[in-house]
């Protein structure tokens, strides 16, 4: 029990010593994977209609 007190205990110190994001920092990190995954994602669809295009057209 006395372990688990510590284990608390030191895990409460570190968190404060954390330097945490300001909610700007989030906002534009978060756009940042939006934008990312967005692109991304047209990437494959673009890939996918182009060899799906010229699969249908091989066979």
């Given at each position: 029990?006395?372990?688990m007190i510590s284990y608390f205990r030191e895990s409460y110190e570190e968190l404060?010593?954390?330097n945490w994001?300001?909610?700007d920092e989030?906002?534009?990190g978060t756009q940042t994977?939006?934008?990312f995954v967005?692109?991304?994602?047209i990437l494959l669809w673009l890939l996918d209609l182009v060899?799906?295009?010229f699969v249908?057209?091989?066979?």
């Open positions: 029990m006395n372990g404060r010593k954390v994001p300001t909610r989030v906002i534009q994977v939006l934008i967005i692109g991304f994602t060899f799906g295009l249908r057209t091989v066979l």
